[in-house]
């Protein structure tokens, strides 16, 4: 049974930080890739970075700069730095087995989810 456990987020002011961390268990890590989505009220659920096997890791455009992942075996980390209103969102990490030529921000092609927690940055 794979299982993907995060948390981390929280409350915090514009300009603030949190990191957020995501343990998978169920699968091997060395063909597992994971990654970070959030989806505001309204909104699809849309990519924030990601973290292959192979120690790739990028930050969607949206974030870059701001927001870091970094990867140990089966545990992620998004560390998110200078905080905007508009990151108000529930973030969900993902994961999926197998690698291959495929966009690592498409929430279609990852077949397992955390539960999300939810970030709210007030002015």
């Known amino acids: 049974q794979v299982q993907l456990v995060e948390s981390g987020g929280g409350s915090v002011q514009s300009g603030g930080s949190l990191r957020l961390s995501c343990a998978a268990s169920g699968l091997a890590y060395w063909n597992l890739y994971m990654g970070w989505f959030r989806q505001a009220p309204g909104k699809e659920r849309e990519g924030v970075a990601y973290?292959?096997?192979?120690?790739t890791e990028r930050s969607a455009n949206s974030v870059e700069g701001r927001f870091t992942i970094s990867r140990d075996k089966n545990i992620v980390w998004l560390q998110m730095n200078t905080l905007k209103v508009e990151d108000t969102a529930m973030y969900y990490c993902?994961?999926?087995w197998g690698g291959g030529n495929w966009n690592r921000f498409d929430r279609n092609e990852y077949k397992y989810w955390g539960q999300g927690t939810q970030v709210t940055v007030s002015s």
């Open positions: 973290a292959d096997p192979d120690d």
């Open positions: 993902s994961a999926r």
